[in-house]
């Protein structure tokens, strides 16, 4: 079974940039599409960018855009999701996640592994 682990998150000053990282283990990704995701409090989960694990072909929700790059580690089986220019409105949970296939990125459900989340806090 495979376990997905983040870490990285913190407490942060708006314009600030801090890197995640999703660390995998127990598989192979070789035909994974791996996502960020995020929730804050009172709001549903939603899509922040994802991989293909192969190609390294990405996606990103057009709210970070401009600001979020995620990219992926083959050596060491791990997915990061660099985020610059960090604005309060980013504060959430984190979660990474880990599918077979690629399509419906953008739709939590359809992720099978699940990370138990890290805390970015994004102050004014």
């Known amino acids: 079974q495979v376990q997905l682990v983040e870490s990285g998150g913190g407490l942060v000053q708006a314009g600030d940039s801090l890197r995640l990282s999703c660390a995998a283990s127990?598989?192979?990704?070789?035909?994974?599409?791996i996502g960020w995701f995020r929730q804050a409090p009172g709001k549903e989960r939603e899509f922040v960018a994802a991989?293909?694990?192969?190609?390294?072909?990405?996606v990103y929700d057009d709210s970070v855009k401009d600001r979020f790059t995620i990219s992926r580690d083959n050596t060491k089986n791990t997915v990061y999701l660099q985020m610059n220019t960090l604005k309060p409105e980013d504060t959430a949970v984190y979660y990474c996640?880990?599918?077979?296939?690629?399509?419906?990125?953008?739709?939590?459900?359809?992720?099978?592994?699940w990370g138990q989340g890290t805390q970015v806090t994004v102050s004014s």
């Open positions: 996640a880990g599918k077979r296939g690629i399509i419906s990125a953008r739709f939590p459900r359809t992720y099978d592994y």
């Open positions: 127990g598989h192979s990704f070789s035909d994974h599409t």
């Open positions: 991989i293909r694990w192969n190609i390294g072909t990405t």
